[in-house]
């Protein structure tokens, strides 16, 4: 019912920049949360990033000042800027759509390749 499309993973060397898009289509709730996480082989996923449409952003500690989230609610597109990118920060990073109107929504797109490498 509802489709996320990511894009802007790939290749970078530490201390560069890398710009995630996830665009969401279909019965999207017109109040949700969309953000982005990650999972390194081994790991749990983890939160990234967070952003309401009522503009509220979260941050996990390991990004903070580094990552800038945002999103355009006319186009259901969430961003990611990634800045001075850490091996670290290499994981699959996955697109999520979530809202508790009316139930529980929860939509994840495929995931795309991070890798922080020199």
């Known amino acids: 019912q509802v489709q996320l499309v990511e894009s802007g993973g790939g290749l970078v060397q530490p201390g560069g920049s890398l710009r995630l898009s996830c665009a969401a289509s279909?019965?999207?709730?017109?109040?949700?949360?969309m953000g982005w996480y990650r999972q390194a082989p081994g790991k749990q996923r983890e939160l990234v990033a967070t952003h309401t449409t009522g503009s509220i952003t979260n941050y996990a500690d390991s990004v903070k000042g580094r990552f800038t989230i945002s999103r355009d609610n006319a186009r259901n597109t969430v961003y990611l800027q990634m800045n001075s990118l850490k091996p670290d920060d290499t994981a699959v990073y996955y697109c999520?759509?979530?809202?508790?109107?009316?139930?529980?929504?929860?939509?994840w797109g495929q995931g795309t390749q991070v890798t922080v490498s020199s």
């Open positions: 999520n759509l979530y809202s508790r109107w009316r139930g529980v929504h929860d939509y």
């Open positions: 279909g019965s999207i709730v017109s109040v949700n949360v």
